[in-house]
């Protein structure tokens, strides 16, 4: 039995809008560092950016790094922001 935890998605931290869950725009997502990159992953109204398409429960997307680091930058904890892409903030 092979041990797949290091090709496992790491989640880096999960967001939602404030918005309640009954409502068109709502939405909740998740980002999360992959061995091939970052995948947001979330799911919400049929007015957010995560509406699923008919027959599907949510939205998957590959993004770069750079998209992956503005969307955790506008969504999540400093703390997050700093322990998963240190390395970019101190280019800025």
Known sequence: MTDDTASAPQLIGKARSDLPQGDPGWWAAGLYRTA????????????????????????????????????????????????YFDHLTEEI
């Open 36 to 83: 091939s990159g970052y995948l947001l992953a979330g799911t919400g109204g049929p007015e957010s950016e995560f509406a699923p398409a008919p027959g599907e429960k949510g939205r998957i997307s590959e993004l770069s790094e750079g998209d992956a680091y503005n969307w955790a930058a506008s969504h999540l904890s400093i703390d997050q922001v700093e322990e």
